[in-house]
């Protein structure tokens, strides 16, 4: 399929610039809210969903597409030696006993924007010998609520299930949106499971400045805590050994991908999931422009002008051939959409009338649409640059489906079934 890439990205900023489409739960009330957070909260809490589109899984072969050729720029911008001024990426700030950096998180986390509860907080209830945890980020100076569903035995290894874009702060975390595929997925119990519960909007990297918005406020290092601090605090506590896999969606299927580029052989497997690689050129830039203005900052906070030295650096497509050595399972769609985007589908399976159904499919086939071609585009440069450094991956290249919880959850299951569990020798 050829996708004319500019005519897609002003399509898609169009529709999210737009927002005010409803996307209505049959257990809330009706409320506005922005396009692209209705694509993650399309009324999607049920866990499955029957899949009908058509899945192709390939190894290696893919088909031919161009790889995003990435200029340099002359750039004033601090340079990769200025980019992380309080601590080397990677590396905690200080050394400290991590017998003091985890406890119990007693008290529910609270959403930006409008003040209420974070759903996480009660639906992990659900799920047996689940804990709610707080890890404290020395780098950042504050806890970072954390879900923990741990192995029966231990030592055993350890899954990084990264959020979305909006995150537990806007309820579109794997635990509110698909807390039962979590728990089925990982039903023998054999790894433990760690989902971070903070970092809406911050691609999980470490950011040049400090942001002061309701979301992102205050120092953000993420691919400090993400890639040292919190594997050094909670494997120890929960006895964990030294193996370990991160899986992303949307805009954290660039993070995963980057920790392992960032942190070469510490993960044994990364799940990345309709994401775009690419971070530094025109078109991928825009995405990223997109998702961190949703959160009140720009862009150049995190990593300054575009195509800049710290820019390439968290470039996941510059940066692909140090995914070597690691095993990899990804993921997208062309975003036309499935039987379980239609108006009827919706109906039949999620028991709402026909106006919210609507007006769900209104927003997984336009918008959802919009933004899963994009990442399919994506997708098949990061494939391409694979290929050509010789590194293998699972691919999952979906005939139909849009930017959707529908095919996350599905990628959950045979990400840990094809990849994660073979690469953590289970």
Same mark, same amino acid.
């Given at each position: 399929m050829n996708i004319a890439r500019p005519a897609i990205a002003g399509a898609a900023a169009i529709a999210i610039a737009a927002g005010g489409w409803y996307a209505v739960s049959p257990s809330e009330e009706a409320t506005t809210i922005s396009a692209a957070q209705s694509v993650e909260e399309t009324s999607i809490s049920e866990a499955t969903t029957t899949s009908s589109s058509k899945t192709t899984t390939t190894t290696t072969?893919?088909?031919?597409?161009?790889?995003?050729?990435v200029v340099e720029e002359d750039s004033t911008e601090p340079t990769l030696d200025d980019a992380t001024p309080l601590a080397d990426e990677g590396t905690p700030a200080a050394t400290e006993d991590t017998s003091n950096l985890v406890s119990e998180l007693t008290a529910a986390p609270l959403k930006p924007n409008n003040k209420k509860p974070q759903r996480w907080f009660t639906l992990i209830d659900n799920i047996t010998g689940a804990k709610k945890l707080n890890v404290k980020s020395t780098a950042m100076g504050i806890d970072i609520p954390v879900a923990v569903i741990p192995a029966k035995e231990q030592p055993a290894p350890t899954v990084y299930l990264l959020n979305g874009a909006g995150g537990s702060e806007q309820d579109t975390d794997w635990i509110a949106q698909a807390w039962d595929v979590v728990n089925d997925v990982f039903k023998d119990r054999s790894v433990n499971v760690v989902i971070p519960m903070k970092g809406a909007f911050s691609y999980y990297i470490d950011w040049l400045y400090e942001p002061d918005t309701p979301y992102l406020q205050g120092k953000q290092l993420w691919s400090t805590f993400l890639g040292s601090e919190l594997p050094d605090a909670i494997e120890p506590y929960l006895g964990a050994n030294?193996?370990?896999?991160?899986?992303?969606?949307?805009?954290?299927?660039?993070?995963?991908?980057? /920790?392992?580029?960032?942190?070469?052989?510490?993960?044994?497997?990364?799940?990345?999931?309709?994401?775009?690689a690419a971070t530094s050129t025109g078109i991928p830039n825009g995405w990223v422009n997109l998702t961190v203005n949703r959160g009140g900052a720009k862009p150049e906070e995190m990593w300054g002008r575009a195509g800049s030295e710290y820019n390439r650096h968290n470039d996941a497509l510059v940066n692909a051939e140090k995914l070597k050595g690691t095993k990899l399972y990804i993921s997208s769609a062309t975003g036309l959409f499935a039987e379980s985007d239609t108006v009827g589908?919706?109906?039949?399976?999620?028991?709402?009338?026909?106006?919210?159904?609507?007006?769900?499919?209104?927003?997984?086939?336009?918008?959802?649409?919009?933004?899963?071609?994009?990442?399919?585009?994506?997708?098949?440069?990061?494939?391409?640059?694979?290929?050509?450094?010789?590194?293998p991956y699972n691919?999952?290249?979906?005939?139909?489906?849009?930017?959707?919880?529908?095919?996350?959850?599905?990628?959950?299951? /045979?990400?840990?079934?094809?990849?994660?569990?073979?690469a953590l020798e289970l």
């Amino acid at each position: 399929m050829n996708i004319a890439r500019p005519a897609i990205a002003g399509a898609a900023a169009i529709a999210i610039a737009a927002g005010g489409w409803y996307a209505v739960s049959p257990s809330e009330e009706a409320t506005t809210i922005s396009a692209a957070q209705s694509v993650e909260e399309t009324s999607i809490s049920e866990a499955t969903t029957t899949s009908s589109s058509k899945t192709t899984t390939t190894t290696t072969k893919v088909e031919e597409t161009t790889v995003v050729e990435v200029v340099e720029e002359d750039s004033t911008e601090p340079t990769l030696d200025d980019a992380t001024p309080l601590a080397d990426e990677g590396t905690p700030a200080a050394t400290e006993d991590t017998s003091n950096l985890v406890s119990e998180l007693t008290a529910a986390p609270l959403k930006p924007n409008n003040k209420k509860p974070q759903r996480w907080f009660t639906l992990i209830d659900n799920i047996t010998g689940a804990k709610k945890l707080n890890v404290k980020s020395t780098a950042m100076g504050i806890d970072i609520p954390v879900a923990v569903i741990p192995a029966k035995e231990q030592p055993a290894p350890t899954v990084y299930l990264l959020n979305g874009a909006g995150g537990s702060e806007q309820d579109t975390d794997w635990i509110a949106q698909a807390w039962d595929v979590v728990n089925d997925v990982f039903k023998d119990r054999s790894v433990n499971v760690v989902i971070p519960m903070k970092g809406a909007f911050s691609y999980y990297i470490d950011w040049l400045y400090e942001p002061d918005t309701p979301y992102l406020q205050g120092k953000q290092l993420w691919s400090t805590f993400l890639g040292s601090e919190l594997p050094d605090a909670i494997e120890p506590y929960l006895g964990a050994n030294d193996k370990r896999a991160v899986v992303g969606f949307s805009m954290s299927a660039t993070s995963a991908l980057l /920790l392992a580029e960032h942190n070469p052989g510490k993960y044994a497997a990364v799940g990345s999931f309709s994401g775009c690689a690419a971070t530094s050129t025109g078109i991928p830039n825009g995405w990223v422009n997109l998702t961190v203005n949703r959160g009140g900052a720009k862009p150049e906070e995190m990593w300054g002008r575009a195509g800049s030295e710290y820019n390439r650096h968290n470039d996941a497509l510059v940066n692909a051939e140090k995914l070597k050595g690691t095993k990899l399972y990804i993921s997208s769609a062309t975003g036309l959409f499935a039987e379980s985007d239609t108006v009827g589908f919706l109906r039949k399976t999620r028991n709402m009338d026909f106006i919210q159904a609507s007006a769900n499919a209104q927003t997984l086939i336009i918008e959802g649409g919009v933004i899963e071609a994009a990442m399919n585009a994506c997708t098949h440069d990061l494939l391409v640059k694979l290929k050509a450094n010789d590194i293998p991956y699972n691919a999952n290249l979906r005939a139909t489906g849009t930017h959707s919880w529908r095919i996350w959850k599905e990628d959950l299951e /045979l990400a840990w079934k094809q990849t994660i569990k073979p690469a953590l020798e289970l």
